[in-house]
């Protein structure tokens, strides 16, 4: 076991680096990592189970347990608050199983000013699994720009994709 987190930490996380590009109307955040799955079951658990590897730190209600993704155009990444209320995250505009899944919106922040993103999820087959392709254009308006909130936006996604991988992994996403 303890040689199984000693590989899970040193699975690639990241090939292109953070933040490809940012201005002050826009930014493009993008990651590959492996993961430890076939891409349908991969699909699978980045989907169906986004419940169980999602960090509650980054939910409006902080229980990533009310968190639905519906895998098909129109669907919501959605969360429900114990008050009753209700959070749409983002919006499936293509979802291809054990392909590739896109969503469009603006998460956290970014939803309190005139921005919205296309963020998409590619799954290829890779020799350790599957290789995920990670991407998050946004672009629009805020008052003060969009560059300096760029690199904590995407820093908060890779440590999502981070979850993501060791759930896959391990079954639980704070192990590994």
Known sequence: MKY???????LPVSSLGAVLQSSEHGFISEHKVVLAA?????????????????????????????FTLEARAGGCFCEALANGG????????????GSILVMQGALGPLQNVGVTGSMSFTLRPH???????????????????????????????????RRLQRFIATGNPNRG
């Open 4 to 10: 199984l987190a000693f590989f899970l930490v040193c």
């Open 38 to 66: 076939s891409p349908a079951n991969a699909y699978e658990a980045l989907t169906k189970s986004v419940h169980r590897w999602w960090d509650a730190a980054h939910s409006y209600g902080k229980d990533a347990s009310t």
């Open 86 to 97: 209700s959070v749409e995250h983002m919006r499936v505009v293509r979802a291809i199983p």
């Open 127 to 161: 020799a350790d699994g599957t290789e995920l392709i990670y991407r998050y254009v946004v672009g629009g308006y805020s008052p003060g720009g969009l560059k300096e909130i760029s690199t904590p936006v995407d820093r908060v996604q890779l440590g999502q994709l």
